[in-house]
């Protein structure tokens, strides 16, 4: 077994090891202290995890100590179980150190993999030295197993610092590098001094911790004067004041008692801002339901948010604790509340419950110090706990003084019982008519949603008719008769047929047969039958397109490949969606500007092989959300009607497009022109 470099004489080992472990002791004490006091001075909850985690620490060190002190004393003689006991400690104060620097705010998550790992690790050890001692001969007993485990953790721990980057982070950070730095060099030495040394440079940043979060005003008092207006600042209470706690529950309506406490509260121990807020109810919500600017003597709006956002405060006020979070603190609760009461800093936080007899529910008073920066000492969290009880007082007051019923009440009652009696055999007689009526309504209801349910899905239909009778209009006036007969398979996928056949090809021909007679089926166009020709289509829909063209001055510029496969699409449809395409180029593009088109040809596999079309302008171009909206499949007849001749070329285009199992896509910019792509299989 491969452990550590043990031939140290038995009379130095009080020295060598346990000298440098009652240092590591001393420090940690002193950090226990100095975090002792400051929380005692706010009582925050970051400072009561940083007295968890030292406590843990300095046990840990101490119960290490005591245990290889006795040993020694007994056998003075370095076991293996002693040494993977030391190993194992250094291990476990890692553990305890790194989530004192990550996670200053309660995490539940980090608390349970922490608790969970020394739990792992105690367990471990436990075994080894107690129930199994054959453990101690194999991998989880060697040197390399803890040194390895031990920079692991180091590696995690101070990426979380760095990631989360907490008050005195930087400090953590050292800390970590400095046991990383004293692991590596024991695990490639064999010894165990570079890392004693290591822990001594490093252990004494345990005395920052208490100064992450400041509590209490640093100021030199020197006089008795200084000390008054110190103490005239803590609290006030003047005539107008006196007046609002006496007619604090005078009110009727709840939202002025809940107004009246957060204005109270302000005057009387001077907050910035106080706010009432309420527990979550069953959805998770919190609502601050009041809530009082003392610097704008104004009040605030009541607002919604979700407790998951304010967890420390939900939390608190629900099990009827006092919060106190300093303004240096990364929790979740100060950075959402800055948002939604728009403060660029809030500054101190203060919370304290108050339970509602009679309503069975507890509210929260807040408070906060953006401009003051009043820190909230332990006499402020006691003034504030005076405060809240006798709020809970009043309300106990206020639940009695109704509970007492004048004379006159009584006799009303009375009056209202006998009338109640007579009122109850009439209602019983209407109960059966209820029951009659109420079986009718149902009857109702269901005609009433049938009916509903025909209309909806009538209308739905009435407007996808209307708009694609005039995507059919459009298309019979550009003569484009096998796009109009592949759009009809279009509009019937899209459409669902009732009975009859939405469009028969007979109406298509009655539409065209002034214009194109040969397209009737007994003379049905030969290129419709054949796979198209990308070269052969494009020169024809560039010739058509000559005379624009010439006149705009365009260049027009080919990039196909050398006889390219025919494709899938018949030939007679490909050339008329690709004519509407290069209608949209001339048009777009600027006089003198220039058409790129340009086909490449991919083979995925034997199986799959297409070609990748693109037409490229120098026109104006379009933003992104013009182009979105043209691409909906979906557009109403308001929509259509608003749809230039190139956007409804670009609708009718895509349509077609995918109709043929085929893919469309646009590409714009304001100032850099268009780009239309056509992905198309082969034959």
């Not at 940690?28 to 202290?33: D, F, Q, R, V």
């Amino acid at each position: 077994m491969s452990m550590f470099q043990i031939g140290l004489n038995p009379a130095n080992l009080p020295l060598r090891y346990l000298g440098y472990t009652l240092l590591i002791i001393l420090i940690c004490s002193a950090a226990l202290a100095k975090v002792f006091r400051k929380w005692q001075q706010g009582r925050f909850p970051q400072g009561f995890r940083m007295i968890q985690g030292l406590i843990g620490v300095t046990f840990l060190r101490l119960l290490v100590f005591l245990i290889t002190y006795f040993a020694w004393k007994k056998d003075p003689v370095l076991s293996p179980s002693l040494l993977v006991l030391e190993q194992a400690s250094f291990v476990i104060g890692l553990m305890l150190i790194l989530w004192l620097w990550s996670f200053p705010e309660p995490s539940r998550n980090a608390d349970t993999a922490v608790l969970t790992l020394i739990s792992i690790i105690s367990l471990l050890i436990i075994l080894q030295t107690l129930f199994l001692p054959s453990l101690l001969e194999g991998f989880t007993g060697s040197f390399l197993f803890w040194q390895v485990l031990s920079i692991l953790l180091l590696v995690v721990g101070c990426v979380l610092i760095f990631i989360r980057k907490p008050n005195f982070w930087i400090y953590g950070l050292f800390m970590g590098g400095f046991l990383t730095l004293g692991s590596i060099l024991t695990l490639m030495s064999s010894s165990v001094d570079p890392l004693h040394l290591a822990q001594l440079a490093a252990y004494p940043l345990l005395l920052l911790l208490g100064e992450r979060f400041p509590i209490g005003v640093s100021l030199l008092q020197e006089g008795a004067d200084e000390e008054d207006e110190l103490q005239r600042r803590s609290a006030s209470v003047d005539y107008r004041t006196l007046k609002i706690v006496q007619a604090l529950f005078d009110e009727k309506e709840p939202g002025d008692i809940i107004l009246k406490i957060a204005q109270a509260t302000s005057y009387l121990i001077l907050a910035d801002l106080a706010l009432v807020i309420d527990t979550p109810d069953e959805h998770g919500k919190i609502r601050i339901i009041g809530g009082y600017d003392l610097i704008r003597e104004e009040s605030l709006q009541a607002h919604t948010m979700e407790s998951k956002s304010v967890p420390l405060l939900s939390d608190y006020i629900q099990r009827g604790k006092m919060l106190h979070i300093p303004a240096s603190s990364t929790s979740r609760d100060l950075s959402h509340l800055s948002k939604i009461l728009q403060l660029t800093k809030p500054g101190h936080l203060l919370a304290s419950p108050v339970h509602i007899p009679g309503a069975n529910k507890t509210i929260g008073v807040v408070l906060f110090s953006p401009f003051s920066n009043r820190p909230w000492t332990k006499e402020d969290q006691d003034y504030l706990s005076l405060l809240c009880r006798l709020y809970v007082a009043a309300f106990n007051f206020r639940l009695a003084s109704q509970k007492e019923e004048p004379d006159q009440v009584k006799n009303t009652i009375r009056d209202l019982s006998s009338q109640l009696t007579k009122l109850t055999q009439d209602k019983q007689q209407l109960k059966d008519e209820i029951v009659l009526l109420s079986k009718e309504h149902q009857n109702l209801l269901l005609d009433q949603d049938s009916l509903r349910t025909k209309y909806n899905q009538l209308m739905v239909r009435g407007n996808a008719l209307h708009r694609h009778l005039e995507m059919l209009v459009d298309l019979s006036k550009k003569e484009s008769t096998e796009a109009l007969r592949k759009y009809i398979a279009v509009i019937e996928k899209e459409v669902e047929p009732i009975g009859e056949p939405l469009i028969s090809e007979a109406v298509v021909e009655e539409k065209t047969e002034d214009k194109e007679p040969e397209v009737l089926p007994d003379k049905i166009d030969p290129a419709s039958k054949r796979g198209a020709k990308i070269e052969e289509a494009i020169q024809t829909c560039l010739e058509n397109a000559d005379t624009l063209i010439k006149e705009k001055k365009i260049k027009t510029k080919l990039d196909l490949p050398d006889d390219p496969p025919l494709l899938q699409m018949n030939h007679a449809l490909f050339q008329e969606i690709f004519s509407f395409l290069v209608s949209n180029a001339v048009e777009e593009t600027n006089p003198k500007g220039e058409i790129l088109i340009r086909t490449q040809i991919y083979e995925e596999d034997q199986t799959q092989h297409f070609a990748h079309i693109k037409i490229t302008d120098q026109g104006d171009g379009y933003f992104p959300d013009e182009i979105a909206v043209v691409l909906n499949d979906h557009l109403t007849a308001e929509e259509q009607e608003k749809l230039t001749q190139v956007m409804t070329n670009l609708y009718v285009t895509k349509n077609l497009v995918e109709n043929e199992g085929g893919r469309m896509w646009v590409e714009s910019k304001p100032g850099e022109g268009t780009i239309v792509s056509l992905l198309l299989a082969f034959q």
